[in-house]
Antibody
């Protein structure tokens, strides 16, 4: 049974850096792409960014200047750092596994087939 | 920035058919996927690549596409289908993920 387990502080002070890690257990780490998605209280889903096993990443232009997403293949983990946080960054942060659609060439990114339970991060002094 | 547009809410009575739409300029060229999210839970995919249903998802869930609009159809809606539904696709460069704003399905 593949599981995604997010971890990190639930409270971050304004202007500091939010750091979360997602641990992947029970399955292949190299055959997918790995994502961070957040949801502010009472709001919709916002895609933050992805990382591949190779370390290739991309992120939402609205957050790009503050976001770093990285991967630790030795630990089957990937991480999110969001710098200079404000109250607007208060949200549930989800890690999610992305399927790769290899019906064409090259493979393209497809849907999120497995999600972690989510980590509530509150930005407050 | 690229956007996907969904109606904020849809209401149906039990046993009726619910249709939730998602519109975007690149949907004729990019696949869309649908997620169901119940309160306090992580989203779960119910339709992927426009029309495909994952194993374990009830047959009453189906997807279709026409031009720049994709539609999630729930036939014979049940009370347990009450949830928020989100469409998901990629932008015109196929680089960035994007979600629709979400549709709250209310079963009357």
């Amino acid at each position: 049974q593949v599981q995604l387990q997010g971890s990190g502080p639930g409270l971050v002070k304004p202007s500091e850096t939010l750091s979360l890690t997602c641990s992947v257990s029970g399955g292949s780490f190299s055959s997918y792409y790995w994502n961070w998605i957040r949801q502010s209280p009472g709001k919709g889903l916002e895609w933050i960014g992805y990382v591949y096993y190779s370390g290739v990443t991309n992120s939402n232009p609205s957050l790009k200047s503050r976001v770093t997403i990285s991967v630790d293949t030795s630990q089957n983990q990937f991480s999110l750092k969001l710098r200079s946080v404000t109250a607007a960054d208060t949200a549930v942060y989800y890690c999610a596994r992305g399927e790769l659609d290899c019906s064409g060439h090259p493979c393209s990114r497809s849907y999120f087939d497995l999600w972690g339970r989510g980590t509530l991060v509150t930005v407050s002094s | 920035s690229y956007e996907l547009t969904q109606p904020p809410s849809v209401s149906v009575s039990p046993g009726q058919t619910a249709r939730i739409t998602c519109s975007g300029d690149t949907l004729p060229r990019q696949f869309a996927h649908w997620y169901q999210q119940k309160p306090g839970q992580a989203p779960v995919v119910v339709i992927y690549k426009d029309t495909k249903r994952p194993s374990g998802v009830p047959e009453r869930f189906s997807g279709s596409t026409s031009g720049r609009t994709v539609t999630l159809t729930i036939s014979g809606v049940q009370a347990e289908d009450e949830a928020d539904y989100y469409c998901h696709s990629t932008d015109n460069t196929d680089s960035l993920g994007v979600f629709g704003g979400g549709t709250k399905l209310t079963v009357l």
